[in-house]
């Protein structure tokens, strides 16, 4: 049941549109392979789909370097596969979101072409970021800021005269030089791209790095502390020990604990509410409830939750929780304070564990991120080789108490299926831009990306019927292939299907949350619209209420339950 606000209480899921279903057979899916499967999310019983890119790209960073706002990749196919994809979306009841990337373009975006053969000062390059380098004949980098992906964020041009010439900042790959957003000539463009994608009828955009865009005056040098997290202003490791908000092991710590720290001059700059407050108004023009989700690395929630003030945007992705471990202290003191922070602004809180950014979580929640450190990926050579079933069975446990929260939750294609991380790809298979930027010292992200199965029989499991696949996929995920799992009753899609229906039924998205005690510190238990939730993180079975008078029953587990108690890593709904 959804309120007239849909995405207050919706399920989201995450289409990687590289990786779901390729209807032309070349390896990498397709919009027209999406809109074949759309049934199955609709089966599944989520209420929207996010698309990631689709748009004309290069591919360096898989489609998140933009060559045309305005258009479909032919590797994907058409804009009117696109309005084929809408209206059967539409048709089944599922809205959709697509991806905006604003931050940077790509380098062959006609923009970029048109700055670098520009002169100097001209129009064209003020729309990028093109700074003259420092020392003797301009040889070194503006300033010392580092890539996301490793290596400086500079890059220097040649001019025509094949004379060395400017530099050009990119946050992330030199392939993805960042855009002007000082400049008004590149908001306005901005604010026709979202008019055609909402003229198309989308029902909303997902932004790429809504906490970068604006730079500090003057782009001063900038050192982040010893392994602060690449993406955000997370704190690092070494300050979180020596404040004590974590024990030795890494593992008890809520994201949302860090201490806060001196925001970088490149991440959550005050500028960025202004460009949110100007889209909003674009938005607000059309009819619907169409929807702005920000991606922005911010710590704490309490920062975050600037991003979904009134007039900005609609939703945060709440990327504390997801870097929470599997802890029951932790996960209630970030549970808390993301319901505090959001709800102090009148957003909802958001719920994500596994997207294309980040190693999956029924791989993710068996390691130690002291080792294995967000963003580095994983790979033979890590430290650590997680144990798979009890990566699952966490992972099941994980998204049965993620899926009862109150607000809008994110759902990662693949996740539904229990699909672990790939982490065995041939070193000569990895696309992630971070392989190639540190050497193969980090592993990067594709391991997450892999196409995913529906049929086990099939060639490619399905994803297409010529057996292609442009990362390849592990010969055990015939196991989790979607045809295997359906009607079957422990499933983790059946888990899934019948959470999904649950969370429906009694409508906990729009809920509010009361923790429950005396179930012991391992334990996360609260109820929601009259349903129990009881999750054990612990390695004791947990004795369940007998208190809960005579009808209680479980509507719900992530794995066996007998004898009235509640096995380590599982989760139960009890009504
Ligand atoms: C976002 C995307 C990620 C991409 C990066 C640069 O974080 O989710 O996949 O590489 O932005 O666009």
Redesign the pocket.
Known sequence: MLTTEWWRSAVIYQVYPRSFADADGDGLGDLAGITRRLDALSVLGVDAVWLSPFYTSPQN??G?DVADYCDVDPRFGTLADFDTLMARAHELGLKVIVDL?P??SSDQHRWFQAAIRAPEGSEERARYIFRDGKGPGGDEAPNNWESVFGGPAWSRITDENGKPGQWYLHL?DSS?PDLNWENPWVREQFKDILRFWLDRGVDGFRV??AHGMVKAAGMPDYTPPANAGS?GSSAGLDDALASGALDASGMNEAASDRPELPTPPYWAQDGVHEINREWREVLDEYEGDRVLVA?AWVDPPRKLAQWVRPDEMHQAFNFAYLETPWNADAIRRVVDASLDAFSSVGAPSTWVLS???VIRHATRLVLNPELNPQGAGIGPNSPEHPDPELGLRRARAASALMLALPGSAYVYQGEELGLPEAIHLPDESRQDPTWFRTDGEKYG?DGCRVPIPWEAEAPAFGFNDTGLSWLPQPEIWSQFARDSQEGVPDSTLELYKRSLALRAEHDLGNGALEWLQGYGSETIAFRNSGVTVIANTGTESVQLPAGDGPGTRIVLQSAGVDGGTLPPDTTVWLV
């Open positions: 960073d898989a998140y990337v931050n940077h992330f993805q790429d790095v993406m991606e997207n294309h950014d992200r």
